[in-house]
């Protein structure tokens, strides 16, 4: 039976023996009695697509920077004429967003300030993609500054020589604050670009479904992709080192993936390497998650992720498979595919809008794409890195039980803890922090490993008529047919219906992944059915059959990736990972944006 | 007798007839057959509009069953004085009130033109190209269908001034040269002859070639617009597509199976998979029937995704040779490899989107800001809903 809303945030039941989860994000984080009018009267939907699992305390920081970031822009910087922030809350330890839409009388009045605004980004883009890649690097710089290291039982004499006064202890806390400064000031970069790329792409594809109603969205898409980009940069320099080991004989040394040390000294002198050494800043700085979460492991760290990559390459080349990518032909094709509806348009004043239009996506596309991996995939290595130097030394200390510990305090806690250890070194004193922490941590660990195994639903309650938030609908693909889809999903039929993210149909045993570590159980041919995929698991592309996820839209990461490996892909199903289990043979139509359960 | 009824102009006749008797056999065969890969379109008038577009299919590298045109030439060749004489006679009794007595009328005249006979140098070229046919296809008695393809210089629709007969799966020299006939005297059906004194032509104005063309053993058939048909959107083609040959689809006795597909990313946008109950095939005893398909294939789709984007790849290919948008009949040959198995029958301009005028569906020209405001104001999908 089809419900006409969802459940209130208010009426669920979490996993048991939780109590107390509210505490491990802050107070405004949670759904409360405080805003229970407006939270119960809202529509919200789970963001599985960024966060499908449950957050630590420290990892609800990003969560809740890059929501706050996406909206600022949109509501205070742009004046996006209809659409303000984005809402966020955390239930049980799953976030729940909720798009703000601007009261329909006052979305005129944006009208003049968007177009001042957003149009001085559209008039400058290069320049101001160019400044903000030299920002980014700073940034980077700045949090690889940072220090972190353990207090020194004296200071240096040039901190008395030089009259600097200010000691270690004071230098640490003001590099945590600068830290959290620092992500903080990511994410509004990270968001500086990304809607204005969006909405610039959403008129190119206004006017192609206006001129050609009928046109798959994917052939859009195909227009506007770029051709050399950075987010495929860190598997093409994979496919370089396994060339360059067939050549050179040492084919076998990345037999064992696991076995790093191995791997490593067998390849010791070796032009791969080379090669290695060459790319591996920043191109490894590669996460193989979505780079929102601690456990996230980076290519740089764990090289046998990269390392087991690249072993498959090699039984590519050695079954004489020809793994380059074919940039001319890609371009040729992208070009006729350009030059092939362009012609098809009926009039010459089209053929001008469409021109300009196709020209203006393409000049905002290359941020749309390379984003990611300046911020997901670098800037976030380098902060979680810096996170976990932070950690060692708190475990070092004494302070916490553990290094990996410090995401089980959220970020403000963790400035307390850091005022324990300044002021009692200062004092030379004992600390608080372990009799303190320890129980803590002890008991948010339980809660959080609770909270991991819930199934949280799918959305909260009250849908809105009609979805007109267009990055709602552009960014996370949930559109009113999606909301009705969800609402009826009581249906049992098994079938699935979602965006056609990428074109073809395939047949094939469905493999269930929800982190990285599934990635490697994946068997040749199979049918990866993810609640999103993670542009990191691009190496497994070439071993899939076809690629199902429970959340994201055509421009989703995601998408992108899974249309450039000619992978057949379905986006957005909302349920696949809930209604399919691992073993059942289901046909993926990514062409059509349906699958079907063909045998249990 | 009619005043008003155009009657045929013996003296008109006459000089092809008196110049084909001097001819040698292999000067009439060179004359008398167009084969359609080696059309030109200075044979139009000699080979009629039906032929003629075959023609400029196989030219332009269509895949059209193979095939060659009787010309005009032949047909010329019938008319002699006593034929003329018994046709002229039959005509003046026509009276244009009486469409009963008309029908007996001309089922006389075509009973005449169809007991005449056939001269034997085209009788001879006939059998020449046919037998080159059947060894070009590898089959002996290879089945065609034989077309009435009408010629009318100076008149723009000879199609209907001729009417047009058609007959499926003729195996042999001997059933060909009848259906031959029957195509020349086909030009004389109450209906062709009813439009022309409507339309106050000639009746000597209109000529009849006759096609003859590899018959395909269609697994499937349909037709294919080069648009789509509900929205005039010119980016898609849209396919009717059905079990058997195309009667089925273009009598409307099937629901056929429904596609549209990209032209130029080839992706199946959409499909609708019909309940096709039958469907017309070549039976045991060598004739077209009716037949009832078997239940489980019913509702089975007829067209796999790769035979829909040749279909959709040969379409467009169709619709840039002449230059606008095209109504093309196609089948699937059973007998022929993947990849070589779709043929296209027929393409004919389309009408009905064809002629709306073209309206720019760009607002506001250059001012991107402008169109990106309403799109972010109105997004696309709560427009699709209206």
């Known amino acids: 039976m089809a419900e006409s809303r969802f459940p209130s945030p208010f009426e669920i039941e979490g996993p048991e023996g939780v109590e107390g989860w509210e505490d491990l994000y802050p107070y405004s984080v949670p759904f409360g009695d405080g805003r229970k009018d407006y939270e119960d009267n809202r529509f919200w939907f789970w963001d599985s697509m960024h966060w499908g699992q449950a957050l630590t305390p420290w990892d609800s920081t990003f969560m809740e920077m890059a929501i706050a970031s996406l909206s600022q822009m949109n509501s205070r910087h742009y004046r996006i004429p209809p659409a303000d922030g984005v809402d966020f809350r955390v239930l049980y330890g799953y976030p729940y967003l909720s798009p703000v839409g601007v009261d329909p009388d006052k979305i005129e009045a944006r009208i003049p300030q968007f177009m001042e605004r957003a149009g001085h980004y559209f008039m400058n883009w290069d320049s101001l993609y160019e400044g903000w890649l030299g920002k980014i690097r700073t940034t980077i710089e700045e949090v690889e500054s940072l220090n972190f290291s353990p207090l020194p039982e004296m200071e240096d004499m040039a901190i008395i020589t030089e009259g600097v006064a200010l000691g270690s202890g004071y230098q640490l806390q003001r590099d945590y604050h600068r830290f959290k400064d620092l992500i903080l000031q990511t994410w509004q970069y990270h968001f500086e670009f990304l809607n204005l790329g969006y909405a610039a792409y959403l008129d190119f594809f206004g006017f192609c479904k206006e001129a050609f109603p009928s046109i798959p969205d994917l052939a859009i898409a195909k227009m506007v992709a770029g051709v050399e980009v950075d987010l495929f940069r860190p598997n093409e320099e994979l496919k370089v080192i396994a060339q360059k080991a067939v050549d050179e004989g040492l084919a076998r040394a990345f037999d064992d993936p696991e076995n790093v040390e191995g791997t490593r000294s067998a390849l010791t002198g070796s032009a791969a390497q080379a090669h290695w050494d060459e790319v591996s800043e920043p191109w490894f700085n590669f996460t193989s998650g979505n780079g929102f979460y601690h456990f996230d492991k980076i290519w740089k760290e764990h090289p046998q992720i990269p390392y087991a990559f690249i072993r498959d390459y090699i039984t590519k080349i050695e079954e004489g498979v020809d793994i380059s990518r074919p940039i001319e032909a890609i371009r040729a094709e992208r070009d006729r595919v350009i030059s092939e509806y362009r012609d098809l348009l009926d009039t010459d004043e089209d053929r001008e809008a469409f021109d300009g239009k196709l020209g203006l996506a393409g000049v905002v596309f290359p941020y749309v794409e390379n984003h990611n991996f300046y911020i997901e995939h670098w800037t976030m290595s380098v902060i979680w890195r810096k996170l976990k130097e932070l950690g060692a030394t708190c475990a070092k200390e004494g302070l916490l039980p553990d290094a990996g510990d410090i995401v089980y305090l959220r970020r403000d806690e963790v400035d307390e803890l850091l005022w324990d250890y300044y002021s009692n070194w200062a004092v030379n004193a004992p600390t608080a922090a372990a009799h303190h922490w320890g129980p803590i941590i002890e008991r948010r660990k339980e809660i959080h490993a609770k909270l991991s195994d819930w199934n949280p639903p799918k959305a909260l309650g009250e849908p809105p008529e009609v979805i007109t938030e267009p990055f709602t609908i552009m960014l996370w693909g949930i559109t009113s047919d999606s909301v009705s889809t969800w609402l009826g999903s009581d249906d049992e039929s098994g079938d699935l219906e979602g965006m056609a993210a990428s074109p073809g149909v395939a047949e094939g045993k469905a493999r269930l992944v929800f982190n990285p570590e599934d990635v490697a159980d994946l068997e040749d041919g199979e049918i990866m059915v993810a609640p999103i995929t993670a542009p990191s698991w691009a190496p497994a592309f070439p071993k899939i059959r076809a690629c199902v996820t429970d959340i994201g839209g055509m421009m989703s990461h995601a998408a992108i990736v899974c249309r450039e490996y000619g992978v057949p892909a379905v986006t957005g199903t909302g349920f696949a990972t809930s209604k399919i289990t691992t073993g059942q043979l289901i046909r993926v139509d990514g062409s059509a944006g349906t699958v079907t359960i063909v045998e249990e | ?386």
């Open chain 2, 1 to 386: 007798m009619c005043e008003a009824c155009p009657v045929i102009d013996w003296a008109e006749m006459m000089p092809t007839v008196r110049s084909f008797t001097a001819r040698r056999v292999e000067a009439v065969s060179d004359d008398l057959i167009v084969w359609y890969d080696r059309y030109d379109r200075s044979q139009k008038d000699l080979v009629g509009g039906k032929n003629a577009s075959l023609g400029e299919m196989m030219v332009a590298e269509l895949p059209v069953p193979p095939g060659f045109a009787l010309t005009v030439d032949a047909y010329h060749q019938i008319w002699t004085e006593e034929l003329v004489g018994q046709v002229n006679e039959l005509l003046r009794t026509i009276d244009h009130d009486d469409m009963v007595a008309n029908i007996a009328t001309s089922k006389k005249i075509r009973e005449v033109i169809e007991a005449v006979e056939v001269p034997e140098m085209v009788v001879e070229a006939l059998g020449v190209a046919y037998g080159a046919l059947c060894e070009h296809c590898g089959v002996e008695d290879v089945p065609v269908a034989v077309r009435s393809s009408a010629t009318a210089e100076d008149l723009p629709d000879a199609s209907f001034a001729g009417q047009q007969d058609t007959f499926l799966w003729i195996r042999g020299i001997d059933d060909i040269v009848t259906k031959v006939r029957e195509c020349w005297s086909s030009l004389f059906t109450d209906r062709a002859i009813a439009y022309r004194y409507q339309m106050g032509y000639l009746h000597e104005a209109i000529s009849m070639s006759v096609g003859i063309q590899k018959m395909v053993d269609p697994k499937a058939s349909g037709v294919a617009f080069t648009l789509n048909p509900t929205n005039g959107d010119k980016s898609q083609v849209a396919i009717d597509a059905s079990w058997g040959l195309g009667e089925a689809v273009v009598s409307g006795e099937v629901t056929p199976d429904n596609y549209l597909v990209d032209k130029v990313i080839h992706e199946i946008v959409h499909r609708n998979v019909s309940t096709k109950t039958v469907e017309y095939c070549l039976t045991d005893e060598g004739i077209v029937a009716k037949q009832a398909v078997e239940p489980d294939r019913q509702t089975v789709a007829c067209m796999t995704d790769d035979e829909l984007k040749a279909v959709a790849i040969l379409a467009r290919r169709a619709e840039k040779h002449y230059g606008a948008p095209q109504d093309v009949e196609w089948a699937i040959d059973q007998h022929l490899p993947d990849g070589e198995n779709v043929v296209m029958l027929q393409s004919r301009p389309e009408t009905v989107w064809s002629q709306k005028p073209k309206v720019s569906k760009s607002k506001g020209g250059g001012d991107y800001m402008s169109s990106i405001v309403s799109t972010l104001v109105a997004p696309l999908h709560t427009r699709k809903a209206n």
